[in-house]
C-alpha cells in the first residue's frame, strides 16, 4: 500500500489505516465516525449508554489535535469518566485510561497508540487470533504450507513493537506480533517477500530465501506523517507555514523526459513562470511572480541542500532530487534576504530510507523532433514574390543569383528546416543504491543522459554522480555531506536556424564533393545555416563539483543545536574553437582559433544556531540564528590566434598561428550575513514567525554594502477552532499573511567601480598592435540594495476528505531603489549610469486547486489547476518621465511597446491626405491627435509582451497498475513585434520570407501589406502569443507483485512519455511561449517534441 | 554543567569570531581590470589612454553605416531609394542615426578619453617630468580640439565638457558656436607648443606632430574669423598654415615625382593612396596625419576600412557581384 502523503493530519491517518489488518479500528475522530451511516448510529448509541471509553478519546483527539491509535477489541466495552480539562496530552490519556488496564505510548508528536499495560496483556491469544485468517485461507491447501517462520520486531530502543502486521508479499498470507513483538507465519515453500508495516513507522522488505528466522527494526516515519516543506534552514510541516510555498512532487513528474530540472517545474505551478529556449541541454529562464527587477537579475535564488547554488540546473540529475520547494513570498523568502526578492526555489536531494538497502534503475530511449518550425515560401511563392514585389516597387525584378538560376534551370530545389535536421534520439540511464544502517544513511547514484537535438549539431550529453551521507557517530553528532559532480558536454555546433529563414528555396548548400558552401545563394545575406557545423571545431565541456559538509551538535541544553556547514562549489568550462582555413567562394582565410578555460570557486561557510522550546502546554517557539561567509572567485583566461597556414591541430595549434593574444579574467566577490529567526506556534491554529537578516556585499559602492531585510508572517487555522471544527466535510481552512523586504543583489562585481577594458591599434605600416585603455563604465560609488517589499494574503483549503483541496494566494509586490541602467546624456561621456533609481510593481493572484474528480473501484481521476495572474507596473523611473527610447513607461508594464496603431492597410481610391506617403498595400495608422498627419505624436503604448494570465491543468487517470497523466497550460494575453510576419522590409528582394498571404491589386487583403512593403515608420508588427499547449504525457503501468516477485525484484514500472506534443496557437514565430523574434543569431527556437518509452526497476 | 558552558561559548566564541570581519572583508579590489586610479600613474599609463585616442579617432570613420557623410549627396547616392538607407537630408531629426552616432562619437568615446587624461593630468602624484606631462597634454588636447571642431561643424554650438565627470549631470546647455571654437583654439594653441616635430620612424607613423596641430588650428582660426568678423583671426591662420608649408614644423612637401611600387600603372598622386604608401616611413611627405590601417592584425581595423570594404574590388571575391558582399 502506497502510503498517501496529504495536506492534514486526520487525514493522512485515515488513509494510513488502510494499509493495517482488518480487526483494527481506531477512535477515530468525530469527523470520521460520522461518514458513515453505521458510525454515526453507533456514535448515537454510546452517547444514549454514556461516556465510553471511545468516545473519550475522540473528544481527546478533539481537544488537543492529536491522533490516537487503538485496536477495537481493546476499547469494547469499556468506559471513562469526563474529559475535563488538562496541563497536558499525557495528563489527560493517563486520566482517560485509568483503570481500563490500558497504557498508551507516544509516537512521536501529536500520535499515540493505546495498548495494554503490559503485566495483563493476552499477547499469545490476541496474536492467535489475529492469525486467525491465515489459519483458516491455508486451511484449505494445507499441503502447500512448507515452513514457518519466526522473529521478532523491534524498534529503535529495542522494545518490541506488539500489533505489527505481517503480510506475504502479493497473497492474503498474514499474521501480527504479539505484546513482545515476537510472530510466527506459515508460508508456502516458494520464496517470497514478507512486508512489515505498523502505523508511525516506516515499512519494510524483507525477501525470505532460506531464512527461517526474520528479526526486523522498524524506525519511526517522521515525515510521512504530515508534509514536510523546505523553508530555508530548515523544514516545516505544511500546517505551519505562514507564507507562499510551492512544491513540486518529484514522483509525478519523474516519468516525464526532463532532461533539465527546469522543465519539471514549467507549467504546473502557480506563479512560477519558466520559459524553455528549445535548445538541447539549456537551462531555461524561472521568473516568480512576475520581474521585479529592470536591469538587475530577475533569477530567483537556487538552495541546493541548504547552499545557495550557482551552477546550471542542467547540472543536476532529477532523478536525485526528493523536492522541489519554491519560496514566492518576501517573507518565506526573507531568510535569504540579501538575494531572495525574485523569490527562492529550494532543491532537496535524496537520502537514504528503510534498512534494507534499495537499488533502483530508471532509463529512458526516444526521439524528437521539431514541435513546430516556421513555414517559407516554397519555390513558386518565392518566385511570385519576387515578381509581385517588381510589381509593386515598380523597379526591375530582382534576377535570382547565378547559383539560385542554376538550381532553377535544373529544377533542383531544397526545404532547408528539412535540411538543418538530424536524427534526435534522447536516452537517459540512471543507477542508485540507498538505504539506512543504525548510524549511517546513503544514497549514492550516478547518472547519463544522451540528447540529440532535431537542430543539426546540437547535442548534450550529462555523467553526474552523487552521495548523500549522513553519519551518526554519537548521540549527539551526526556529520554528514551532500556531494555532486557532473560533466556536461554541449560539443559541437548547432545549425544557425536563423539562417533558415532567409535562405531561398533554390539554395545549394553543399558543393558536390560534399563539403559545405558558405553562401548558399551568392548572397552575403544568406549563409549557409551548417556552414560553422560542418567547417569548424568546437569544444565546450562544463564540470561541476558541488559539495557540502555539515556536523549537527546537539547542545546539552533540550532543544538546542548547532549546525557547522562548509559548501564549496567548484565550476570549470572549457570552450575551445577552431575555423580551420578556407578557400573557396573566393574567401581565402588561414585558419583561426581560441582556447578559453574558466574555473569559478564558490566558499561559503555557515554557523546556525536553533533553540527548540515548547513553554507551556500547546505553545511552542523556536529560534534560529545564523552566521556566514560566502565568497566567490572567477578566474579565466582565453588564448587565441588567427593566421593558422595549418588546421591539423585544430585548437591546439594555436602556437603557430599570428596574432596570438591572451585574455585574461578574475573577479571576486564577497558577501556576509547574519540573520535571527522567531516562530512562534500554538497547537496547529496559530503562528507566527519573524525574520530579519543582514547582509554585505562587496559589490556595492563604500557605505552602501550592508542592507537590513526583515519581516514577518502568521497564519491562522480556522478549521481547528472549536466552532468549525464539527464541520464534518471542512478539512481545512487557513489563512496566511505575510509582510517581508527582500533585497536583489543581481549586479556584477565590480558594478559599482570604473571599469576600464582594453582596445588596440597599430602605428606604422607592419607594426604591432599597441595597447590603448579604454573606460567603459561610471563609477557609482552610491550603488545599493534593490529592495522589494512583499505582501502575501494566502487561504488553504481543504474540504470533503481533500477530495476539494488547494491555495489562493493575493500579493503585491513593490520594488523600490530600482538597480537600473539609467540612460543618461551621453554627453556626460558615458550612455548609461548604473544606479538605484525608480519604483516597479508587481501584483497577483495564484490559484491551486486539486480535485478528486473520480474514486470508484481502483478506478482514480485527480486533476490539479493552476491560474497565475500578475499585472506588473513601472510606478517611478528617473524623474516623471516616461523614457520612450528604453520603451520604459510610468503606469504601464515593463516590455511595453510603444508604436503607432494599426488601422488596416491603405486601398485604392482611399484619402491618403493624412498619410501622403503611402500607397496601396502600405500599413494604415490612426491619427490619434487628430491633426491630419501621421507624426511621432501618433504612437502610443499599444501593449506588452507580459501575458495577462497563465494556466495549467495537469490530469491523473490510475487504474489498477495504469497511470496516464497529461498537462495542458497555456497563456492569454500579450503581444510581441514579430518583424518576420513584415513580407519583406528586410530584403525581400534578397532573402526568403515567411509563407503568409501578402496584399496584392489583384487581392487586395486588408490584413496584411504587400511584399516590399518598407515600412517607413518602422511599425513593430505584432502577434499575440496566446496559446493552448499539451505539454506533457505520460502512460505508465506498474507491473503487478506477484508477477515480478517471481523475478525476484521489488517493482518495475514502464511508460510512455511525450512532451510539446502539440500547440495551439497564431503566433507565427518559432514558439509563443519564448517569444524569440531575433532573425539573425536568435537563441531561443523552435522547441523539441520527443516522445521517449521508459522503465524504473527497483531491487 | 560544565560541558554545556564549554560547549555553548565554543560556539558562540565561533560565531563571534567571524562577526569580527566586517566592512574590510567586503573591500572590492579589482583584480583583472585597470581602473584610472590605478593605471594612470605614470607616462606609459597616459600613453595607453593616448593609443585609445587613436583608435575611436578612427571610428569616426564606421561610426554607423558609411553613408552618413556621402550617400545622397553628389558624392553618392543609393540605388536602393526605398527608405532603407538614410540619403533624404529634409528628414534629419534627433533620433536620425547619423545624428546619434556622430553626437555619440564625439561625447561618448572621444571627449570621455580626452577629458579623462587632461584632467587626470593634474594629479601630482602622477610619476612624470614636466616635458612627458607636458606631451601627453598636448596630444589629449588635438583630439580634444579635433572633435570639437567636428562637433561646432555638424551641429553648431554644442556644449562644452572641459573634465573628466565624477557624477551624471543632466543640465547641460549649449555654448555658442564662437565659445566652442575658442574653447578648441586655446586647446590648439597650447597643443602646437608641445607637440613634437615630425620624425620618421616605425612608432612615429600615425602619430600626432606639431603640423597636424597648426593644420587644425589654421581650420579653426578661419572659422573664428567667420564667428567674429575679426580678421585677424585670418592673419593667424595664414601663419600657422604657413608654418606648415615653410617646413618650420617639419619636412613637409607636396609630392611631385612617382614614389612607392613604380611598376604599378598610375600618376604621383594614386602613389599617395596605395595601401603601404601613405605613411612617412613610405616616402611619403605629403601626408600629415594618418589613420592607420593593418589588415589581419588585432587593432588593425580592417572591419572599420569601409572605404576598402566597399569600394576596393582589390578584396572582393572574384566574380561575386558587389550586393553578395557581407554587409556591416
Known amino acids: 500500500m502506497k502510503k498517501h502523503i496529504t495536506y492534514f493530519l486526520a487525514q493522512s491517518i485515515g488513509m494510513l489505516l488502510l494499509g493495517l489488518p482488518p480487526g483494527y479500528a481506531f477512535a477515530q475522530s468525530q469527523s470520521m465516525a460520522l461518514n458513515t451511516p453505521e458510525a454515526a448510529a453507533h456514535l448515537h448509541n454510546l452517547q444514549q449508554a454514556g461516556q465510553s471509553l471511545k468516545r473519550a478519546l475522540s473528544q481527546l483527539e478533539q481537544k488537543y489535535k492529536i491522533s490516537i491509535i487503538a485496536r477495537d477489541q481493546l476499547l469494547h466495552g469499556k468506559t471513562a469518566g469526563p474529559v475535563s480539562t488538562y496541563p497536558s496530552v499525557e495528563e489527560a490519556l ?72 505481517i503480510v506475504l508479499k502479493g497473497t492474503t498470507t498474514g499474521t501480527a506480533t504479539d505484546a513482545e513483538g515476537n510472530y510466527s507465519l506459515n508460508i508456502p515453500e516458494e520464496n517470497g517477500t514478507l512486508i512489515f508495516s505498523y502505523i508511525g513507522y516506516l515499512s519494510q522488505e524483507v525477501a525470505i530465501g532460506n531464512q527461517n528466522e526474520i528479526n526486523i527494526t522498524l524506525s519511526p516515519d517522521i515525515k510521512s506523517l504530515e508534509e514536510v516543506v523546505v523553508v530555508g534552514y530548515g523544514t516545516s510541516r505544511k500546517i505551519d507555514l505562514t507564507g507562499s510555498v510551492a ?43 512576475g520581474f521585479s527587477s529592470i536591469s538587475g537579475s530577475n533569477a530567483p535564488l537556487i538552495v541546493l541542500d541548504g547552499i545557495p547554488y550557482y551552477g546550471g540546473l542542467s547540472d543536476i540529475n532529477s532523478n536525485d532530487i526528493e523536492s522541489i520547494d519554491i519560496l514566492k513570498d518576501g517573507s518565506s523568502a526573507a531568510i535569504y534576504g540579501s538575494r531572495a526578492s525574485n523569490g527562492v526555489i529550494m532543491i532537496t536531494t535524496k537520502k537514504g530510507k528503510g534498512d534494507r538497502p534499495k537499488l533502483t534503475y530508471s532509463a529512458y530511449y526516444g526521439r524528437s523532433d521539431f514541435a513546430s518550425v516556421p513555414k517559407m515560401m516554397g519555390p513558386e511563392r518565392y518566385l511570385q514574390l519576387k515578381q509581385d514585389a517588381s510589381v509593386f516597387t515598380g523597379r526591375d525584378l530582382t534576377q535570382l543569383n547565378p547559383l539560385e538560376q542554376a538550381n532553377f534551370d535544373a529544377g533542383r530545389t531544397i526545404d532547408v528546416w528539412d535540411a538543418i535536421k538530424q536524427e534526435a534520439p534522447v536516452q537517459s540511464h540512471e543507477l542508485s543504491i540507498s538505504g539506512k544502517t543504525n548510524r549511517i544513511t546513503y544514497y549514492l547514484s550516478g547518472s547519463y543522459v544522451d540528447q540529440k537535438s532535431p537542430l543539426y549539431g546540437d547535442e548534450f550529453s550529462r555523467l553526474s554522480s552523487r552521495l548523500n551521507l549522513d553519519v551518526n557517530i554519537t548521540d549527539w553528532l551526526t556529520i554528514g555531506t551532500n556531494t555532486g559532480f557532473s560533466v556536461k558536454d554541449y560539443s559541437g555546433i548547432a545549425a544557425e536556424y536563423g539562417y533558415a529563414n532567409l535562405l531561398s528555396p533554390y539554395s545549394e548548400l553543399y558543393f558536390e564533393d560534399g563539403s559545405p558552401r558558405r553562401l548558399p545563394m551568392n548572397d552575403g545575406l544568406g549563409v549557409n545555416p551548417l556552414f560553422n557545423t560542418l567547417h569548424n571545431d568546437n569544444r565546450d565541456v562544463r564540470y561541476n563539483l558541488f559539495s557540502n559538509i555539515y556536523a549537527d551538535v546537539k547542545l546539552p541544553l533540550k532543544g538546542l543545536t548547532y549546525r557547522i556547514r562548509n559548501g564549496n562549489t567548484l565550476l570549470q568550462s572549457e570552450v575551445f574553437n577552431y575555423a580551420p582555413s578556407y578557400n573557396k567562394e573566393g574567401f581565402n582565410t588561414l585558419g583561426s582559433g581560441s582556447k578559453s578555460h574558466s574555473k569559478t570557486y564558490n566558499f561559503l561557510l555557515e554557523n546556525i544556531l536553533r533553540y527548540d522550546k515548547e513553554i507551556g502546554s500547546g505553545h511552542n517557539m523556536d529560534l534560529t540564528l545564523l552566521y556566514g561567509v560566502e565568497s566567490s572567485t572567477v578566474n579565466g583566461s582565453s588564448l587565441s590566434a588567427n593566421n593558422i597556414f595549418n588546421d591539423a591541430l585544430s585548437y591546439n595549434g594555436l602556437g603557430i598561428g599570428e596574432n596570438q593574444t591572451i585574455t585574461t579574467t578574475a573577479t571576486e566577490s564577497k558577501a556576509v550575513s547574519s540573520m535571527a529567526r522567531l516562530g512562534y506556534r500554538y497547537r496547529e491554529k496559530y503562528m507566527l514567525n519573524f525574520t530579519v537578516r543582514r547582509d554585505g556585499f562587496s559589490a556595492f559602492g563604500d557605505g552602501k554594502k550592508f542592507g537590513v531585510f526583515p519581516s514577518m508572517g502568521a497564519s491562522w487555522v480556522l478549521s481547528n477552532e472549536n466552532l468549525l471544527a464539527p464541520i464534518t466535510w471542512l478539512d481545512l481552512l487557513k489563512l496566511r499573511f505575510s509582510y517581508g523586504k527582500n533585497g536583489n543583489r543581481g549586479v556584477d562585481p565590480y558594478a559599482s567601480l570604473s571599469n576600464v577594458s582594453p582596445v588596440y591599434y597599430v602605428f606604422g605600416d607592419g607594426g604591432v598592435p599597441a595597447t590603448g585603455l579604454n573606460p567603459t563604465s561610471f563609477p557609482n560609488p552610491l550603488l545599493g540594495w534593490e529592495t522589494t517589499l512583499s505582501t502575501n494574503l494566502g487561504l488553504d483549503f481543504g474540504f470533503f476528505k481533500s477530495r476539494i483541496n488547494g491555495s489562493v494566494d493575493f500579493y503585491t509586490r513593490n520594488t523600490s531603489d530600482l538597480l537600473l541602467q539609467l540612460t543618461i546624456p551621453n554627453v556626460n561621456g558615458y550612455n548609461q549610469f548604473f544606479a538605484n533609481v525608480g519604483k516597479m510593481n508587481n501584483k497577483g493572484i495564484e490559484l491551486t486547486l486539486n480535485t478528486i474528480n473520480l474514486d470508484t473501484k481502483g478506478f482514480q481521476w485527480a486533476s490539479s489547476v493552476v491560474y497565475t495572474l500578475n499585472r506588473n507596473e513601472i510606478i517611478e523611473l528617473n524623474g516623471k518621465e516616461d523614457d520612450i527610447a528604453s520603451r520604459r513607461f510610468i503606469g504601464e508594464p515593463l516590455f511595453s511597446h510603444y508604436d503607432y496603431l494599426y488601422d488596416g492597410i491603405w486601398q485604392k481610391g482611399e484619402d491618403f491626405s493624412i498619410d501622403p506617403a503611402a ?126 516477485n517471481k523475478i525476484r525484484l521489488d517493482n518495475v514500472r514502464v511508460y510512455v512519455s511525450g512532451k510539446n506534443l502539440k500547440t495551439w496557437t497564431d503566433w507565427n514565430g518559432y514558439d509563443p511561449e519564448n517569444g524569440e523574434t531575433t532573425i539573425y543569431s536568435p537563441t531561443s527556437g523552435p522547441l523539441i517534441r520527443s516522445w521517449v518509452l521508459g522503465i524504473n526497476i527497483g531491487l | 554543567m560544565k560541558n554545556i558552558r564549554t560547549y555553548i561559548s565554543l560556539c558562540l566564541g565561533m560565531m563571534l569570531l567571524c562577526v ?17 586610479e590605478n593605471s594612470l600613474v605614470n607616462k606609459s599609463g597616459f600613453d595607453a589612454y ?127 558656436r564662437q565659445e566652442v571654437l575658442e574653447f578648441a583654439m586655446q586647446d590648439l594653441e597650447f597643443a602646437v607648443q608641445h607637440l613634437p616635430v615630425v620624425r620618421s620612424g616605425l612608432t612615429s607613423d600615425g602619430r600626432i606632430f606639431k603640423a597636424a596641430g597648426l593644420h587644425l588650428l589654421t581650420e579653426v582660426y578661419i572659422s573664428m574669423g567667420r564667428v567674429t568678423n575679426d580678421a585677424s583671426y585670418y592673419d593667424k591662420a595664414i601663419e600657422a598654415a604657413t608654418k606648415v608649408i615653410d617646413k618650420s614644423a ?54 572599420e576600412n569601409v572605404t576598402v570594404r566597399w569600394w576596393d574590388l582589390s578584396l572582393k571575391m572574384p566574380g561575386v557581384p558587389i550586393t553578395a558582399m557581407p554587409c556591416w
Not at chain 1, 247 to 276: F, H, Y
Request: charged share 25%.
Open chain 1, 94 to 165: 493517563t486520566d482517560v485510561l485509568k483503570g481500563s488496564k490500558l497504557t498508551f505510548k507516544k509516537i512521536k508528536e501529536g500520535f499515540y497508540v493505546v495498548r495494554p499495560v503490559e503485566e495483563n496483556m493476552p499477547g499469545r491469544d490476541k496474536a492467535d487470533s489475529l492469525s486467525s485468517r491465515n489459519t483458516a485461507a491455508p486451511s484449505l491447501k494445507a499441503q502447500r504450507i512448507a515452513r514457518t517462520i519466526t522473529g521478532k520486531v523491534i524498534d529503535e530502543q529495542k522494545q518490541g513493537i506488539p500489533g505489527v502486521s
Open chain 1, 247 to 289: 512544491s513540486v512532487k518529484m514522483e509525478n513528474v519523474a516519468m516525464q523526459p526532463n532532461v533539465n530540472l527546469v522543465q519539471s517545474l514549467r507549467g504546473s505551478l502557480a506563479g512560477v513562470q519558466v520559459t524553455d529556449n528549445g535548445r538541447a541541454g539549456a537551462d531555461g529562464s524561472i521568473v516568480i511572480r
Open chain 1, 919 to 1044: 500607397k496601396p498595400g502600405y500599413l494604415k495608422f490612426k491619427d490619434l491627435n487628430g491633426d491630419g498627419k501621421i507624426t511621432p505624436e501618433d504612437r502610443q503604448v499599444v501593449g506588452t509582451s507580459q501575458p495577462d494570465f497563465t494556466w495549467g491543468i495537469t490530469n491523473n487517470v490510475t487504474y489498477k497498475g495504469f497511470t496516464l497523466s497529461f498537462l495542458f497550460n497555456g497563456r492569454v494575453g500579450g503581444i510581441t513585434p514579430n518583424p518576420v510576419i513584415n513580407p519583406g522590409t528586410n530584403f525581400y528582394d534578397r532573402v526568403n520570407v515567411l509563407d503568409l498571404p501578402y496584399w496584392t491589386p489583384e487581392n487586395p487583403l486588408t490584413d496584411r501589406p504587400s511584399v516590399g512593403y518598407p515600412n517607413p515608420l518602422g511599425y513593430g508588427f505584432y502577434e499575440k502569443r496566446d496559446y493552448v499547449r499539451l505539454q506533457d504525457v505520460t502512460l505508465a503501468y506498474s507491473l503487478p507483485a506477484n508477477l515480478i
Open chain 2, 20 to 36: 569580527a570581519c566586517g566592512e574590510d572583508y567586503l573591500k572590492e579590489q579589482t583584480l583583472d581590470r585597470f581602473s584610472p
Open chain 2, 50 to 176: 593616448l593609443v585609445t585616442l587613436h583608435r575611436f579617432a578612427r571610428e569616426e570613420n564606421f561610426e554607423d553605416r558609411p553613408d552618413p557623410m556621402g550617400n545622397g549627396t553628389d558624392v553618392a547616392t543609393s540605388g536602393v531609394a526605398d527608405g532603407r538607407f538614410f540619403t533624404d537630408y529634409t528628414q534629419l531629426n534627433s533620433q536620425t542615426d547619423v545624428v546619434v552616432s556622430y553626437w555619440n562619437w564625439a561625447y561618448a568615446k572621444m571627449l570621455k578619453v580626452a577629458n579623462l587624461v587632461i584632467t587626470r593630468a593634474e594629479n601630482p602624484n602622477v610619476n612624470w617630468t614636466e616635458e612627458e606631462k607636458n606631451a601627453v597634454l598636448a596630444e589629449a588636447k588635438f583630439f580634444r580640439a579635433y572633435t570639437y571642431n567636428t562637433l561646432v561643424n555638424l551641429y553648431g554650438g554644442v556644449p562644452i565638457i572641459d573634465r573628466e565627470q565624477s557624477v551624471p549631470r543632466f543640465d547641460f546647455q549649449r555654448a555658442t
Open chain 2, 250 to 303: 617639419g619636412d613637409y612637401q607636396l609630392m611631385t615625382q612617382r614614389f612607392g611600387d613604380l611598376q604599378r600603372p598610375g600618376d604621383v598622386f594614386s602613389d599617395l593612396f596605395w595601401t603601404g604608401q601613405q605613411n612617412r616611413s613610405s616616402g611619403n611627405l605629403e601626408s600629415i596625419w594618418v589613420c592607420q590601417y593593418e589588415f589581419g592584425t588585432l587593432g588593425g581595423g580592417e572591419q
